[in-house]
């Protein structure tokens, strides 16, 4: 499920006219709509590493495979990864059955005195079934140890990934502007969050609501968008 970019735009726009007055242009609502997602997706992130629970922000959950050789000593960028990787939550060694065996996600100077530990060192023996690897994200990078002696070991990543940006594309003709869908992008989140990225964009870009108006006005449809550039 997704918003669709349009009805946002409509949205914004029909409530502007309605309560303001006024035009603002496309590339400026795209652009408090994406100010006002991150933010928003920033607030259930944070809201996760505090509860560790999900609400519908599992919809930014994403898992991806990846695997360190002895050459790469253990670490990983993680734009090689995934370049729209925001937060790790753990991350699993696979054995040669795909069975996922979760690891411990540390931080750096934790996962310094762990790697070098003699007493309780990560593990990772197959000939033992023994999986008890550690891990640790800076600079962009996730570092993995134990280092492969030889070959490679497999990992499955889990983390958040940023929101899709949305993007309004149109024409404009005699100062109309008319919606196209070709090259335009919805935002991937679920239509719950309508109102709330609405209203963060609404005053992001100088006209805010309050909640009472958010809830009336989801009804507004621009039923003339055709003759915005003439407001």
Do not use: C
Request: no cysteine; net charge negative; glycine share 6%.
């Amino acid at each position: 499920m997704a918003i669709p970019i349009k009805d946002l735009h409509d949205f914004i726009r029909g409530t502007i006219k309605k309560n303001y007055g006024g035009f603002v242009s496309p590339s400026d609502i795209d652009r408090a709509i994406n100010r006002a997602q991150f933010d928003l997706f920033d607030s259930l992130v944070e809201n996760y590493k505090k509860t560790e629970k999900f609400d519908y922000d599992h919809l930014f959950l994403k898992q991806s495979n990846f695997s360190v050789s002895t050459s790469d000593n253990g670490v990983k960028s993680l734009s090689s990864i995934d370049a729209n990787f925001i937060e790790a939550i753990t991350f699993y060694y696979k054995d040669s059955s795909n069975n996922l065996h979760e690891g411990n996600l540390m931080k750096w100077d934790s996962f310094i005195d762990r790697k070098n530990a003699t007493i309780v060192p990560p593990i990772i023996n197959t000939s033992t079934n023994e999986y008890k690897p550690i891990a640790t994200i800076y600079d962009g990078q996730i570092e993995v140890a134990p280092r492969p002696s030889t070959g490679s070991h497999n990992f499955v990543l889990l983390y958040f990934k940023k929101p899709t940006d949305g993007v309004f594309n149109f024409t404009t003709s005699n100062g109309n502007i008319t919606f196209t869908n070709s090259g335009s992008t919805n935002l991937d989140w679920d239509i719950r969050s309508f109102s709330d990225i609405a209203n963060r964009a609404l005053t992001y870009l100088g006209f805010p609501i309050k909640d009472a108006q958010t809830i009336q006005l989801e009804s507004v449809i621009d039923t003339n968008q055709q003759r915005d550039g003439n407001n």
